[in-house]
């Protein structure tokens, strides 16, 4: 196969299979007598291999510490996983398109109410939340564009994720009237602003210790973050750096090789 046509087959660009020949990812293969790069059966599992796992979210240099596992894996090993990842993922886009179905009939339907079909969860941290974040002119801004978010992911994401999300912000909603008025003044402010630092502790503070991730870039990520003000981003993403250094102080003592690890990890 020409590169053109092992592209097309695999389902990414020619200019990403040069991509990853010049940073290593997938070797060079041989070339014909007119200089053509000449593609086999392997080159092809390869690079689908590569694919599945840069869709799953890994990062270019994680994706080649799981191919090095890989080496000397008999190529039905390799195609029997690429095909258990597809089925899962399979399994979780119909998942998607069956919410998603329900949620379009409503609304063609008129039955739609403002969230839409719900899961439990959210229908019960929604009922938690009372008429918070519910439109008007009274509403929170901050209340409204979380309510939007949260029944986003509510169709989109796997259940087990769904449900922990859910959990998380129950814990948080008790605090919620606090937390929005703080967040809503911090609307036309900039990233600067001293009340950063006081709407990041007061959210911090309700948070548990499982919500102090570093949230990744792209994706929903940007959805979210992107429909904030300077100064609201800020507070949110200093508010999870808290709660990690917190949850990170209260674990119990590591043992001395551990300890020597992170020493050297530091270095």
Do not use: W
Request: with cysteine; glycine share 10%.
């Amino acid at each position: 196969m020409r590169i053109g046509e092992l592209a097309a087959l695999v389902g990414v660009t020619p200019r990403a299979v040069r991509h990853y020949h010049r940073i290593g990812l997938l070797a060079e293969p041989p070339r014909r007598g007119n200089g053509y790069r000449e593609y086999g059966i392997r080159d092809a599992v390869l690079l689908a291999r590569i694919r599945r796992l840069v869709e799953l979210g890994l990062g270019l240099d994680e994706v080649r510490e799981v191919l090095a596992g890989d080496e000397g894996r008999e190529l039905v090993e390799v195609l029997a996983e690429l095909d258990d990842d597809l089925a899962r993922q399979e399994r979780v886009i119909r998942e998607r398109r069956a919410r998603l179905a329900d949620l379009l009939a409503r609304a063609r339907e008129g039955r739609l109410s403002a969230e839409g079909p719900v899961s439990p969860e959210l229908a019960g941290l929604l009922a938690e939340l009372g008429d918070l974040g519910e439109p008007g002119a009274a509403a929170s801004p901050m209340a409204v564009k979380d309510r939007e978010l949260l029944t986003l992911l509510d169709s989109v994401v796997p259940e087990a994720e769904r449900v922990r999300l859910m959990e998380l912000m129950r814990d948080a909603s008790g605090h919620a009237p606090e937390i929005y008025a703080l967040l809503d003044a911090l609307a036309d402010a900039g990233p600067g602003d001293p009340r950063v630092a006081e709407a990041a502790a007061a959210l911090a503070a309700c948070l548990p210790d499982e919500a102090g991730v570093t949230v990744p870039e792209g994706g929903l990520a940007d959805v979210f973050f992107g429909d904030l003000a300077p100064a609201q981003a800020a507070a949110v993403r200093r508010a999870l750096r808290l709660v990690s250094e917190r949850a990170e102080a209260a674990s119990p003592a590591d043992g001395p090789e551990l300890e020597s690890e992170r020493a050297e990890d530091g270095r």
